[in-house]
């Protein structure tokens, strides 16, 4: 049997907001995620600002099996390096809280 691995819980995340009626007016994509352990998504969200999008990353915590979520209010990505905003805006959740850390997504991407 074919297992999703350390990408199940971004798997499952991802899902979750896809069919969050929250998001329905949000314009963004979602972009693979990756910090040397953990491999998640990233959930790009459009702005006013064409050019500078805010950034919300999901992914298991590489110390555990928590979800952890990492946030900046511009682009990110692994090959530009990430910022020190997008480091020390970050917030856990048990391994079992989706619906907490759909939540917490669903607030960062609305606000």
Request: with cysteine.
């Amino acid at each position: 049997m074919l297992k999703l691995g350390n990408f199940e819980h971004a798997d499952k995340i991802k899902c979750m907001l896809l069919q969050d009626e929250r998001l329905k007016d949000i314009e963004g994509n979602f972009e693979a995620f990756e910090n040397c352990r953990e491999q998640g998504l990233r959930l790009i969200v459009e702005t006013k600002d064409i050019l500078n999008p805010r950034t919300i990353a999901f992914a298991e915590q590489r110390n555990g099996d928590e979800i952890v979520i990492y946030y900046s209010n511009q682009y990110e990505s692994s090959t530009l390096g990430y910022s020190n905003q997008f480091w020390e805006n970050t917030k856990c959740f048990s391994c079992n809280n989706f619906e907490g850390a759909v939540d917490y997504i669903v607030e960062l991407a609305t606000k």
